[in-house]
């Protein structure tokens, strides 16, 4: 039931965050457009509010269980952006925007923008591991439980490899533009 419902929230975001442009550019209805485009956190926030419903109702910890918590750490830290990253397509493609703007290729402005995103990751990650915490705190029971604390390892693991291969990695050995 929860996977079916992690299935459904993921779709749903597209479909706000692809109704919030629409609305905003071929419709010319931008207030719309923007309410609908702050809907879209909402939507993991659902998921979150189910999983810890079938938490407290009893369930054991599921792959579901952890997937919301990392969903809601996901758009705290980097929904923004994705709706930017949308909006400068969409405009572009559709309303006679300007291109798209790139992230830095070369030299310590992509050094800068990996930290920056990396800042990103770290921010989900306290924000999920904060929800995995709370959930495990909460439901008070290590068997049940299980699984949240192998998701807490699992992104940790994932945003100590991102900060040694990204920005890490940057700053040690910055790109330079190919003569």
């Known amino acids: 039931m929860l996977v079916a419902l992690i299935i459904g929230c993921e ?5 706000v965050l692809a109704a919030g442009l629409v609305a905003r550019y071929p419709l010319r209805r931008p207030r719309l457009g923007a309410a609908l485009l702050i809907c879209v956190p909402l939507v ?17 910890a599921s792959v579901g269980h952890g997937l919301a918590a990392v969903y809601l750490g996901f758009s705290v830290a980097f929904g923004h952006s994705v709706v930017r990253w949308a909006d400068q397509r969409f405009a572009h493609r559709f309303a006679g925007g300007p291109p798209p703007v790139r992230p830095p290729r070369y030299g310590w402005a992509r050094t800068r ?11 989900g990650w306290a924000v999920a591991c904060g929800l995995l915490a709370a959930a495990i705190l909460w439901v008070n ?3 049940r439980t299980r699984e949240l604390g192998g998701w807490i390892r699992g992104l940790t693991v994932a945003i100590v490899v991102w900060l040694v291969a990204f920005p890490v990695w940057e700053t040690l050995f910055p790109r330079r533009p190919k003569h």
């Open 11 to 15: 779709i749903a975001f597209w479909v």
């Open 113 to 123: 923008y990996e930290w920056r995103e990396w800042g990103k990751a770290l921010l």
């Open 141 to 143: 029971d290590a068997e």
């Open 44 to 60: 993991d926030l659902v998921l979150l509010v189910a999983s810890v419903i079938d938490l407290r109702r009893g369930a054991t």
